[in-house]
């Protein structure tokens, strides 16, 4: 095993272990290798965990905002000169190349701890004159916060997670991922060597289970989750039981329009981005590419000679620019949706197979002539598979990028900025793009609409999700009582 850690859980500043839960198993999936063996958080380890959060929290919210920041900060420092070894557990426990982790993960993960260990001391209320009388508001945080990852970007969904939470003065107990439970157990090790007071970040291994646990644990004040759709039905279920407020980061179809005044090169290079970037398992990927019927001919042919040079191979090769899916059971699942796209009538353009090595890869796969009811244009693949489908006019592509249960992102390709602001201002997605894709700057809050779930992540809009106003009314005069 390669990346074993010391034990599977952290709590209250330390390693934590009770070999009685369930084993878990890292798989490296270029290769099939287990490169850790850990085990599922018991309950007793919930309720140690749960116990911690809570009595630590109390004292980090007393502290000054400027003093959580300057931790934070230190966490983010120890990230960033920690980068290749960070990225290297990251690229083991995802199959995601090296060339991505080295720029996207941890890094992306320091970026939320520098931009909310500033934002820390600019929190303020407001003071609201009454005439005679004033009131005032605090921001106060909420207390325990639980966060729950996808395996698809595990440091970055940690520390987005908790960035926010705790530098407005929460603690957070957090459950990564069962495929990828060991950036998580690295991130709590900085968090204490940067000084984090024991308890305020703490990580339980599990499955859906030790999630469940956690959502419908009254000393849990607040719930973030990444993950799929029914996913975060069950857990917003469970929270919706309490009244517990929640944030939900949820799948997506996303529609990718390409106008026929679009810089062409510019446009493939985004879609293959929102398409074969970590061998397409993001959420916001554009995995419905509208092109407009003009300028289709030239997209699909610029699209397959660019894919053709992608090259796949070994993860950890900073060469590689494709690796594996995160295990063979997606790869299999993958592979289901492509024959059922040719089944229905898709065109493939190229890809469609696995690659002739050992490990979970995939070949990047284009499909032409997709149809707005075909499977593949309906639901959410997480896998290197591109759907190019035809429009011809404005008003059509927007009802028809419209026509879907998921509203989590949404692009458009087009010179005329008039154009591009009038669509955009028309589709029903969280977090758009305008002749870019996939962007994700940690000052810009990200999020979806509809089945993609509410709430925001990052920018100023995460000051919503991790503290409550209290409003305080000061009499400054008698009381005027009638009794
Ligand atoms: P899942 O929904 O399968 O799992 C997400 C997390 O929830 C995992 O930690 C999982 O545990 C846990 N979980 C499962 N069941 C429950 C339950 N009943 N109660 C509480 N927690 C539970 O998603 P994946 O991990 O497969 O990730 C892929 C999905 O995540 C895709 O749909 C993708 O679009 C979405 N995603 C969304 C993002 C966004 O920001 N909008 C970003 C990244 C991914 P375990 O897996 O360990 O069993």
């Known amino acids: 095993m390669r990346a074993q850690p010391k034990a599977s859980h952290f709590i209250s500043g330390t390693w934590a272990e009770d070999p009685t839960g369930d084993v878990i198993e890292s798989v490296f999936s270029a290769t099939g290798e287990v490169i850790a063996r850990l085990h599922e958080a018991t309950p007793a380890l919930i309720d140690r965990a749960l116990d911690a959060a809570l009595a630590a929290q109390a004292d980090w919210a007393a502290r000054a905002p400027v003093e959580r920041g300057r931790i934070l900060q230190r966490a983010a420092a120890l990230l960033r000169a920690r980068n290749r070894a960070l990225s290297e557990l990251e690229t083991l426990d995802t199959g995601k190349p090296l060339q991505e982790t080295l720029v996207a993960d941890a890094a992306s993960g320091a970026d939320a701890l520098e931009y909310f260990a500033g934002f820390a001391a600019t929190v303020t209320g407001q003071t609201i004159p009454l005439g005679r009388d004033m009131a005032y508001t605090l921001r106060e945080p909420l207390g325990v916060c639980a966060g729950i990852g996808a395996w698809n970007y595990p440091i970055q969904i940690a520390c987005w997670k908790a960035a926010p939470a705790l530098a407005f003065g929460n603690a957070m107990v957090f459950k990564p991922s069962e495929m990828t439970p060991l950036s998580a157990l690295a991130l709590a090790e900085i968090f204490a060597e940067a000084g984090l007071p024991a308890g305020l970040f703490n990580v339980l291994q599990g499955r859906g289970g030790v999630g ?242 509410y709430g925001r992540e990052n920018g100023h809009a995460a000051l919503e999700h991790y503290t409550r106003v209290k409003s305080v009314y000061l009499g400054l005069g008698d009381v005027d009582a009638p009794y």
């Open 212 to 453: 469940a646990a956690l959502a419908s644990d009254p000393r849990v004040a607040k719930l973030s989750l990444t993950g799929s759709v029914p996913t975060g039905r069950k857990v917003a279920a469970a929270a919706g039981a309490a009244l517990k407020p929640v944030t939900m980061e949820l799948g997506g179809k996303s529609p990718l329009i390409i106008f026929d005044d679009a810089d062409l090169d510019n446009a493939v290079g985004a879609a293959m981005l929102a398409n074969f970037y970590s061998s397409g398992q993001i959420c916001s990927n554009g995995t419905r590419v509208f092109a407009h019927r003009a300028v289709k001919p030239a997209f699909l042919q610029r699209l397959a000679a660019r894919t053709a040079k992608i090259v796949g191979g070994d993860p950890l090769d900073e060469a590689t620019q494709l690796g594996p899916l995160i295990s063979e059971a997606h790869l299999a699942r993958v592979l289901g949706y492509v024959a059922g796209a040719k089944a229905e009538g898709a065109r493939l353009v190229c890809g469609g197979a696995r690659l002739e090595r050992p490990g979970a890869f995939m070949a990047p796969t284009v499909f032409a002539d997709v149809t707005d009811s075909m499977t593949l244009a309906r639901e959410e693949v997480f896998g290197p598979v591109m759907a190019v489908l035809d429009f011809d006019e404005e008003d059509e592509v927007i009802a028809r990028a419209n026509a879907t249960e998921f509203g989590l992102a949404a692009g458009v390709f087009t010179r005329d900025l008039a154009r591009a602001h009038r669509v955009i201002g028309r589709l029903q997605a969280g977090t758009c793009w305008i002749n870019a894709y996939n962007l994700t700057p940690v000052e810009m809050p990200f999020g979806g609409v509809k089945a993609s779930g």
